[in-house]
């Protein structure tokens, strides 16, 4: 997406997760590799190095196509997680 290339393009260290969050409306995630947890008021994801920990209120997954999450519901905290305790548990 050309503006995420635009909006991300000097940052450093923000490793696979990319994202946009819409006050009160949802959000827009980019690169995720797995879905883990999930409820209307918290969704765990997976990218490769990271994990992305977000909880809310009525939390839904709009669309999830070939990495790119669209999630509706009001999003109260987002939370990166980086490395070895981002991974998978199971």
């Known amino acids: 997406m050309r503006l995420y290339d635009e909006i991300f393009k000097d940052s450093d260290g923000l490793g696979n997760a ?29 990218y490769p190095h990271q994990s992305v920990e977000i909880e809310g209120e009525a939390l839904f997954i709009k669309k999830y196509c070939e990495g ?22 199971g």
């Open 18 to 46: 990319r994202f946009a969050v819409v006050i009160g409306g949802g959000g827009y995630f980019e690169g995720v590799k797995t879905v883990g947890d999930f409820s209307p008021e918290q969704i765990v994801l997976y």
């Open 68 to 89: 790119d999450l669209q999630l509706s519901g009001r999003i109260r905290t987002v939370r990166v997680v980086d490395g070895e305790t981002s991974k998978k548990r």
